[in-house]
Every structure is written in structure tokens, then in C-alpha cells.
């Protein structure tokens, strides 16, 4: 396990040099006339998560013959930076857009002003607060919240103090898994919900966080974070405790930092995402907008929950090591 966590980190990184290699900016994109020009918008411009949805995006590119041009605010709380990239977006008259909304509110009016130029949007990732979106690809994140909170509630018996560490307040998948968890804990009366925290998908906000909140509540027992890297800085926080076997706690996604803490057992689980998926299907997708063709209302991806009795299935191996052949 050691070495594929190994070749993991360096996969992942010779691929996340190809990937920066390849997706080109707005005034860089290839002269094929015949190529559909596409504008992905995604909520951050780093992170394991969105490495791989670039990746995912890339290749369908290719098949497809897309211009691709991916863009990104530095952080996922700047939601004025995204609204920006939407505006400047529609300006150029791409064939499609792909948008992963950091707030569902707040960009459904750019969102909306798509329509006056007929560029076809598809929402991935995140929906947004839009009927002019022409599907949304990704996870079910209410579903993806409650295969946290029931896993979560196996481990705890039903019982004690619990924490949740979120992203961003207002993004729709956050809202939405942290609905999921809440309404599957509901069930349960000798669970108590203690604090639900924000970090912005910052690290090392996560970590401080966390790391207050077990000293506020020395009795907590369980804790669930809502995105990678919400559990990336949980998760140290939780490690540095060592609140030993008596807690418990259930991350989202997959980078590096978690498999080792779930092979350490401070993790005890994953749901863990399609992200390559998530980037080929858009891609797909919108280029079937811009032909003009009808497509569902979504086009869903699954997330499995994923510990250390089923890391190890073929199937599961796919999705934490993307990058290993």
C-alpha cells in the first residue's frame, strides 16, 4: 500500500505538469476552424479534485476536438472572481460553457445571461440557480451525504457528539451533502450535531477549525468533512489529537493525505467522487449542447464510500489511483 500511495504522489504530480501543459488559455486556443470552443469554469485552480476533472476534461477535448479553455478564481470563496470569468466568458461567444458554481445564488443571473448569445450551459460539479442550464453532471451530493452520515452513525452507535467540517457556505454541493448528513443524524436522538464549521476549501482554515472544536467539545466522538480539502486539514487536526479508537470520522474525496490517515485508521472512510468522469462528461455533454442535440436533466455520477476492507477492489483502485497504470 505504502508504494502505491507512493506512486500515486508522483503520478499525480508528472500529470498535474501535463495537464497545466495542455490547457491553454483564452488567446491560445488552437486554429482548427472546425474545432467546438469550450470555456470550463471551475471553482479553484488547484486541488487534487480539480487536477483530475481537467484531466478527465482533457481527454474528451481530444476526442471530441474541443478548444479548451479552463478557468479558474485562486480560491473558491471568490465568488465575485467567478462571476468575472463567467462575464468575460460570454464576451468571447464560446460554443458551450461548463460552470461549477461556487454559489448557487449568485451565479444564477451571469448564468442566466447565457441565453441571450445562445451559449448553451452545463452545469457540473455544482448546480446553480438557473433555468437556462442545459444539464448538470456530477455527484448526487444530498445521497453522498447520507452514505457519510449512515456510515457515521454505524461507527458511532448512534451516539454522542458530532462535528462537520464544510466548505463553502451557499455552494450548492456543500448545502446539499450537509442536508443529506443532517436529515440521515435526525434519526438518531442520542446524536447531537455541535458545530457545523465553514473553511472556504482552505486547508489550513479546516485545520484550525477542527482543531478548536475538539478542544470546545473534549467528549466529541465522530466528525464528518464534506470536501477534500476540508478533510485534508481535519484530518491533521484529528491525527494531532490522537483522540484514539473512541472517534470517528468520515472524509470526503481522495488526495493523498487521506489515504494515509484511512490506512492509519484515523480515517475510517471515504466517499469518494468520479472527478475524471465528471470532466469527460461535461466536456461530452456540452458538445452535444452546441450541436444543438436534447439532453437529460442530469446526467449523474456515483460515489462509493470506500474503507480499508474495500480499498483494495479493482474497481475502487480506479478511483483513488487515477494516475497509476
Not at 468522469?277 to 442535440?293: P, T
Request: hydrophobic fraction near 40%; charge should be negative.
Amino acid at each position: 500500500m505504502k508504494q502505491l500511495l507512493h506512486l500515486f504522489k508522483t503520478g499525480f504530480a508528472i500529470t498535474l505538469l501535463i495537464i497545466t501543459a495542455a490547457c491553454t488559455g483564452a488567446g491560445d486556443l488552437p486554429n482548427d476552424e472546425d474545432a467546438i470552443v469550450i470555456d470550463m469554469i471551475v471553482k479553484m485552480n488547484r486541488g487534487d479534485y480539480w487536477s483530475t476533472i481537467q484531466m478527465g476534461a482533457e481527454v474528451a477535448a481530444k476526442e471530441y476536438n474541443v478548444s479548451l479553455n479552463v478557468l479558474a478564481p485562486e480560491n473558491e470563496n471568490d465568488i465575485q472572481g467567478q462571476i468575472q470569468l463567467m462575464e468575460d466568458s460570454i464576451a468571447r461567444r464560446p460554443d458551450a460553457i461548463i460552470l461549477a458554481a461556487s454559489d448557487y445564488e449568485a451565479l444564477g443571473q451571469v448564468t442566466d445571461r447565457t441565453s441571450y448569445y445562445d451559449i448553451p450551459v452545463i452545469s457540473m460539479d455544482s448546480e446553480v440557480a438557473s433555468t437556462k442550464v442545459k444539464t448538470y453532471v456530477g455527484t448526487n451530493n444530498y445521497e453522498a451525504g447520507q452514505k457519510a452520515a449512515e456510515r457515521l452513525m454505524e461507527l458511532t452507535g448512534g451516539q454522542g457528539d458530532i462535528g462537520i467540517v464544510n466548505f463553502v457556505q451557499g455552494a450548492r454541493n456543500a448545502d446539499q451533502r450537509e442536508e443529506g448528513f443532517m436529515d440521515y443524524a435526525a434519526r438518531f436522538p442520542g446524536v447531537r450535531i455541535v458545530e457545523v464549521l465553514y473553511c472556504g476549501s482552505d486547508e489550513e482554515l479546516a485545520y484550525r477549525l477542527t482543531r478548536e472544536m475538539i478542544k470546545q467539545h473534549p467528549g466529541l466522538t465522530g466528525l464528518v468533512s464534506l470536501s477534500a480539502e476540508s478533510s485534508i486539514g481535519a484530518g491533521r487536526a484529528v491525527e494531532e489529537a490522537g483522540l484514539g479508537s473512541r472517534f470517528k470520522m468520515i472524509a470526503f474525496d481522495n488526495p493523498p493525505e487521506m489515504l494515509e490517515l484511512l490506512q492509519e485508521e484515523t480515517v475510517q472512510a471515504m466517499v469518494v467522487q468520479n472527478p475524471f468522469n465528471n470532466g469527460y462528461m461535461a466536456v461530452a455533454a456540452a458538445v452535444k449542447a452546441a450541436r444543438g442535440e436534447r439532453l437529460e436533466d442530469k446526467i449523474p455520477t456515483d460515489t462509493k464510500l470506500i474503507d480499508l476492507d474495500n480499498m483494495l477492489w479493482p474497481e475502487h483502485q480506479k478511483l483513488l489511483f487515477p494516475f497509476v497504470k
